[in-house]
């Protein structure tokens, strides 16, 4: 049972490159959504989707877009990347949301992302 | 402010310790608490959640709600090495909020 699984583990871009970061789950899960981790900071939510189709902005959307095709899959897009985002990517699903009872978030071992 | 504060450590304490850990927060609109482990390298995972005030216990492991303090706690009994990790609070309502991690060793 493979949960949730992010590649590549890690990456290094130079600035103004654009990349994607991977995220699959095969639990079913409805609910996906890209964290990201830096120290001091916890996680904070970049953009989550609650169904194929529909995607939604969290609370660090700026400089990212996703796209939800699939139940499966979940790719996270940066554009034109920066310094500030030096940072680890965690994707995370569950059945019911975020903010449900009883639904936890399983997470991937997340993408460690350098930009030069 | 950040809307959930959590002291980031680092902690030592020698196997066997009772560990406590602590998170407060400002939004009183929080239902559900959660507690977090997050090993080096690796994504975090579900440790304990509650819902309101309270404890909840589980093996070696309490958590602890105090809504009226916005408060909450977790108690690590009888630590082992293998407790050695990150532990993340989180709480929501509708969105969910994660401190920033308390980072414990675990001495042999």
């Known amino acids: 049972n493979a949960g949730v699984t992010q590649t590549p583990k890690f990456q290094v871009l130079k600035t103004g490159q654009s990349m994607t970061l991977q995220c699959a789950q095969d639990?079913?899960?409805?609910?996906m959504s890209w964290y990201r981790q830096d120290p001091g900071m916890g996680l904070r939510l970049i953009h989550y989707?609650?169904?194929?189709?529909?995607?939604d902005q969290g609370e660090v959307p700026n400089g990212y877009n996703v796209s939800r095709s699939t139940t499966e899959d979940f790719p996270l897009r940066l554009l034109s990347a920066a310094p500030s985002q030096t940072s680890v990517y965690f994707c995370?699903?569950?059945?019911?949301?975020?903010?449900?009872?009883?639904?936890?978030?399983?997470f991937g071992n997340g993408t460690r992302l350098t930009v030069t | 402010q950040k809307e959930v504060e959590q002291d980031p450590g680092p902690l030592s304490v020698p196997e066997g310790a009772i560990v406590s850990l602590n998170c407060t927060y400002s939004?009183?609109?929080?239902?559900?608490f959660m507690w977090y482990r997050q090993y080096s390298r690796k994504g975090p995972e579900l440790l304990m959640y509650?819902?309101?005030?309270g404890n909840k216990e589980d093996g070696r492991f309490t958590a602890q709600v105090d809504k009226s303090s916005k408060y909450i706690s977790l108690f690590i009994r009888d630590s082992q090495p293998s407790d050695s990790a990150t532990y993340l609070c989180?709480?929501?309502?509708?969105?969910?909020?994660f401190g920033a991690g308390t980072r414990l060793t675990v001495k042999p």
């Open positions: 989707s609650v169904g194929a189709g529909i995607t």
């Open positions: 509650t819902y309101s005030s």
């Open positions: 939004n009183s609109a929080f239902q559900y």
């Open positions: 989180a709480m929501s309502v509708n969105d969910m909020r």
């Open positions: 995370a699903s569950s059945y019911l949301g975020q903010g449900s009872y009883n639904s936890p978030l399983h």
């Open positions: 639990m079913n899960h409805e609910y």
